[in-house]
């Protein structure tokens, strides 16, 4: 299932003072076994593309995917998106916590 949540259902729903003690202890942790892959390639006309994945932090059931597009004739000159995936076979922690 694909669930696209705009900027003020996802404020709704975190807490900014959590979402950022996460991602420090995140970027702190130390390493996992998943050796993350980027991956960069030009599009057609100036610009590129670059997907980092994936994102994965020890005893959390979860990845990410990151994919940015960097046009220097566009504004903002760089777009992108993240997406949060979780291993297939797992169970989802909260399966109604975004009905």
Known sequence: MTLLLTRSR???LLDPDTVMTGLRAGFL?????????????????????????PGVIDRIPAYTVKVNAKSPDAT????????????????????????
């Open 29 to 53: 942790a130390a390493g996992t076994d998943v050796r993350p892959l980027r991956v960069r390639t030009d599009l057609p006309g100036p610009g590129t593309a670059t997907a980092l994945l």
């Open 76 to 99: 903002p000159a760089l777009r992108g998106l993240r997406g949060l995936g979780r291993p297939l076979g797992r169970p989802s922690p909260c399966p109604s916590r975004f009905s």
């Open 10 to 12: 996802i404020t709704e």
